[in-house]
């Protein structure tokens, strides 16, 4: 089922071929749904990954009422629900009388992906950041974490979690940065890797830079380095009204695929 659709099923797809299905190394629970035959054993037919985030990557109505029925026999634990907007959006509607109101929801979200050179030529300046760096990439993730989700990822235990997290995609090579006078102007990074696709995200330029396309040449160099490099597939997702960035993706090759749907709390 995770290979049925590589782009749509990355962020899942990931953490199994490096964890597996056991709970505790996979960082949450693998639900799914079968069909059950009048002889022999069912088929599997709905998948849902509950952990950090909710994912529900696919089903029909049934699955979706019973993916929710097991999600409120405890309390929320998820900060967000994301993945395909069919089945976010189902679940969404079986659990909003108990779980809601949501902080947002982000029902139009093109999935695109690219997996030929881009078309935009990629910036130079463009490199993965170096442990050492941190503390100069940091402030702009932060940045950009609270521009992109509205609020800031520090609250609750000083940011520990978060700084704990961006150390961990920088020290596994996947943040990439433009520094200038030791800001960083550009910055992108690779969230989740299956073997076969890279969803980038985090995508961010520094306000006094905007408009003159780092963007576009910042994120054609990590799409140039996850298709060239590591010999994936490079995809991302982007909010339906960011007419800007669904612009410069366009200009880069990315064509959408799919269709995402996030409901953050």
């Not at 298709?227 to 880069?252: C, E, F, K, Q, W």
Request: with cysteine; proline share 6%; charged share 25%.
């Amino acid at each position: 089922m995770l290979t049925a659709d590589p782009v749509a099923s990355c962020m899942v797809a990931a953490r199994v071929e490096t964890a597996g299905l056991d709970p505790w190394r996979l960082g949450g629970e693998m639900w799914g749904c079968d069909v059950r035959g009048l002889r022999g054993p069912g088929r599997l037919e709905a998948l849902c990954f509950a952990g950090p985030n909710l994912i529900p990557l696919r089903g029909k109505r049934s699955a979706l009422r019973a993916f929710a029925d097991r999600a409120l026999r405890r309390r929320r634990m998820c900060s967000s629900m994301v993945g395909p907007a069919e089945q976010v959006l189902g679940l969404w509607a079986e659990l909003e009388a108990e779980w809601g109101p949501a902080r947002e929801v982000r029902a139009d979200q093109p999935l695109m992906s690219i997996s030929t050179a881009p078309l935009v030529a990629p910036d130079p300046g463009v490199r993965q950041v170096r442990p050492d760096e941190l503390d100069r990439y940091l402030p702009a993730a932060v940045r950009m974490f609270i521009e992109e989700v509205g609020i800031d990822p520090r609250i609750g235990d000083g940011g520990a979690g978060y700084r704990a997290r961006v150390a961990e995609l920088i020290a596994a090579g996947r943040a990439f940065a433009r520094f200038e006078g030791g800001d960083v102007v550009f910055k992108a990074e690779i969230g989740a890797m299956s073997g076969s696709v890279g969803q980038i995200q985090g995508v961010w330029v520094h306000p006094d830079r905007r408009g003159h396309g780092l963007g576009a040449t910042g994120t054609a160099a990590v799409v140039r380095r996850l298709v060239s490099g590591m010999g994936r597939t490079a995809s991302l997702y982007v909010n339906g009204y960011n007419a800007p960035a669904r612009a410069v993706y366009d200009r880069i090759g990315f064509a959408q695929v799919g269709q995402y749907a996030t409901v953050l709390f």
